[in-house]
Nanobody
Framework: QVQLVESGGGLVQPGGSLRLSCAAS????????MGWYRQAPGKQRELVAV???????NYADSVKGRFTISRDNAKNTVSLQMNSLKPEDTAVYYC?????????WGQGTQVTVSS
């Protein structure tokens, strides 16, 4: 059974930082591309950051220079370090594991940026 379990969300003030983690089980983690998506109320889910099985990263323009995605294949985890958070970063953040036509989602973790 595949499981992606996110953690690390919460309430933070503008300009603050959070680190999200996603623990994967039930998949051969090292061969999957891993990503973080987010969905704000009333908006479509959007890609935030992706890291390929080979370690290549890509980011949405809105988070470039502020967010960093990383993976630890020994621990089957992918993380998202979020700095300089803005109110517009408020959303439910989802972990995603994908390979060819196969994809899995986590249940999401809420991030709220507010003073």
């Amino acid at each position: 059974q595949v499981q992606l379990v996110e953690s690390g969300g919460g309430l933070v003030q503008p300009g603050g930082s959070l680190r999200l983690s996603c623990a994967a089980s039930g998949i051969m983690f090292r061969i999957y591309n891993m990503g973080w998506y987010r969905q704000a109320p009333g908006k479509q889910r959007e890609l935030v950051a992706v890291i390929t099985s080979g370690g290549i990263t890509n980011y949405a323009d809105s988070v470039k220079g502020r967010f960093t995605i990383s993976r630890d294949n020994a621990k089957n985890t992918v993380s998202l370090q979020m700095n300089s958070l803005k109110p517009e970063d408020t959303a439910v953040y989802y972990c995603y594991a994908g390979r060819t036509t196969i994809g899995y989602w986590g249940q999401g973790t809420q991030v709220t940026v507010s003073s």
